[in-house]
């Protein structure tokens, strides 16, 4: 079991930056991989980037460029830097740990097996 807290959340102005931390109770190397995802209302849960114990990294082609996702082993935790943001980004923003691929509808999709309790990100115009 592991539990993911985020924090950092907030308002801030359209061209504003913020950095959202994800803590997790274990080591993050223990995990396969983290990400945030997002969503905003009336939409679907879309991600925004992910990690792997390797360091690898992918992001949504709407934020590349503009986040990246980061971690501090020592601290357990993965952070995400939004920089350049705009009323579109929006959303909760949660933190995920330990995807598995898995198949719907045809396609291979990974999922996320642990999920904090998300943070309010709100970017005025």
């Known amino acids: 079991q592991v539990q993911l807290v985020e924090s950092g959340g907030g308002l801030v102005q359209a061209g504003g930056s913020l950095q959202l931390s994800c803590a997790a109770s274990?080591?993050?190397?223990?995990?396969?991989?983290m990400a945030w995802y997002r969503q905003a209302p009336g939409k679907q849960r879309e991600l925004v980037a992910a990690i792997t114990s390797g360091g690898s990294t992918n992001y949504a082609d709407s934020v590349k460029g503009r986040f990246t996702i980061s971690r501090d082993s020592a601290k357990n935790t993965v952070y995400l830097q939004m920089n350049s943001l705009k009323p579109e980004d929006t959303a909760v923003y949660y933190c995920?740990?330990?995807?598995?691929?898995?198949?719907?509808?045809?396609?291979?999709?990974?999922?996320?097996?642990?999920w904090g309790q998300g943070t309010q990100v709100t970017v005025s115009s």
């Open positions: 995920a740990a330990e995807r598995r691929l898995t198949y719907s509808s045809g396609s291979a999709v990974y999922e996320y097996r642990y």
């Open positions: 274990r080591s993050i190397f223990s995990l396969n991989a």
